[in-house]
């Protein structure tokens, strides 16, 4: 039988901050691991550093101790440029904020991630867009958007590079809770349809139960 890495597996993730003089351990030995196409929710109280391990699992930060390794390659093994381009090619992020840039418009945007990564596929992005509702409003800018748009947006452009991994960070915590639901609804089933696989932090229990597996970030561990 084939024996595929994990697509994504950390182990034993400490990181801690000193901020005003005092040592805060935020992660304190986090094993997880995400098979190709699986779907994971991450809970926990604010503050209990689920954002912290986002970063650390996207290689936007480096643990103080542990690995994590994308499709077996460890991280920390990588130069910054390395883990760049893994990102580039592997993942899409989805943050709470949206991040889109705002001197692009929503159609730029999407394609954003995706020319970057050399995979720009106009035919994608349209098909795309027109399954996230924003036919028809590819050219308008962030600020003409809503803020469910502009988080479908940020959705389009995580999904157009077609990565194997997709980590959103509380991605429908600033949105209403009807068009949470919408917006979850649709990214899950566009995640799906790509066969890829997803981690999403919330802090809604409602929205963790519609994922495969619940995790919880609890004083610096995880528990299921
Ligand atoms: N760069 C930093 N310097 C100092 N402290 C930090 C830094 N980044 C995070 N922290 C602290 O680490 C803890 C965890 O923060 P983090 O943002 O990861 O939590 P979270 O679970 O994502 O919270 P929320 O649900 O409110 O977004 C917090 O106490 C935070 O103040």
Redesign the pocket.
Known sequence: MENKPALLSARNIRRA???AGAR?E?LRGVDLSLRHGESLALT??????????VHILAGLELPDAGEVEIEGTPLNRLSEAGRARLRRETIGIVFQQFNLIPSLDAGANIAFQARLAGRHDPDHVTRLAGRLGLAGHLHKYPEELSGGQQQRVAIGRALAARPALILA??PTGNLDEATADEVLALMLELVAEAGAALLM?T?SVRLAARLDRQLQ?SRGRIFA
Not at 44 to 53: F, I, M, N, P, Q
Request: proline share 0%.
């Open positions: 901050f000193t901020s805060l935020v926990g109280e604010s503050g209990s550093g689920k954002s912290t391990l960070d509380e932090v802090h970030l």
